[in-house]
């Protein structure tokens, strides 16, 4: 059974850069893109990016070039940076396996994700 | 404002019926398939629905999918007190080459 474990630090000040990672457990790491999802208190899911096994990366249009997701295939293990955080960037962040292909067709990227992580609350506060 | 479009909230009795809509457009929805994730309070989304219609092992039947165009439906029977909670839609868009979600909708089961 694959899980997802991940960790990092809880409370930024402004302007520093967030730094998260998530390990897979149990299951391949290959055929699959492994995202970065958030949420801010009291609102709804925002995707910030994905990773495959070989390196291939998509990013939300909305980061504006702030967030770098890397792999480490050797670990099992995928990581998140976020550059320049402000309180905007004040959510829980969650890691999860994305499906990029159905039964009739594949995608670009994520069109499901089928287990998440236990959530990493990131508070960025002065 | 997200890309994908949900209502706030919805409301039924237990053991009655309930849909949940989500619109969007060509570039998500109506060429890519579509998922929804249930989200308790205080947990991890967890994958109701795959691939418009599809139920992923452990997920019951009263749980349902479907597509038709730019827009889909969850559909919820046989309501229990236990399915209150944040539902959302999530697909690809090709144009933004990125995954997007729904704001959300809030079940009360009243």
């Known amino acids: 059974q694959v899980q997802l474990q991940q960790w990092g630090a809880g409370l930024l000040k402004p302007s520093e850069t967030l730094s998260l990672t998530c390990a897979v457990y149990?299951?391949?790491?290959?055929?699959?893109?492994w995202s970065w999802i958030r949420q801010p208190p009291g609102k709804g899911l925002e995707w910030i990016g994905e990773?495959?096994?070989?390196?291939?990366?998509n990013y939300s249009p909305s980061l504006k070039s702030r967030g770098t997701i890397s792999v480490d295939t050797s670990k099992n293990r995928f990581s998140l940076k976020l550059s320049s955080v402000t309180a905007a960037d004040t959510a829980l962040y969650y890691c999860?396996?994305?499906?990029?292909?159905?039964?009739?067709?594949?995608?670009?990227?994520?069109?499901?994700?089928?287990?998440w992580g236990q959530g990493t609350m990131v508070t960025v506060s002065s | 404002q997200s890309v994908l479009t949900q209502p706030p909230s919805v409301s039924a009795a237990p053991g009655q019926k309930v849909t949940i809509s989500c619109s969007g457009s060509?570039?998500?929805?109506?060429?890519?398939?579509l998922s929804w994730y249930q989200q308790l309070p205080g947990t991890a989304p967890k994958l109701l629905i795959y691939?418009?219609?599809k139920r992923p092992s452990g997920i019951p039947d009263r749980f349902s999918g479907s597509k038709s165009g730019t827009s889909a439906t969850l559909g919820i029977t046989g309501l229990q007190t236990g399915d209150e909670a944040d539902y959302y839609c999530?697909?690809?868009?090709?144009?933004?080459?990125?995954?997007?979600f729904g704001g959300g909708t809030k079940l009360t089961v009243l």
């Open positions: 691939e418009n219609n």
């Open positions: 149990g299951g391949s790491f290959s055929g699959y893109f």
């Open positions: 990773i495959n096994h070989s390196g291939s990366t």
């Open positions: 999860a396996r994305g499906w990029y292909c159905s039964s009739t067709s594949c995608y670009g990227g994520s069109y499901a994700f089928d287990i």
């Open positions: 999530g697909t690809w868009d090709s144009s933004l080459s990125a995954a997007v």
């Open positions: 060509s570039s998500n929805i109506g060429n890519n398939s």
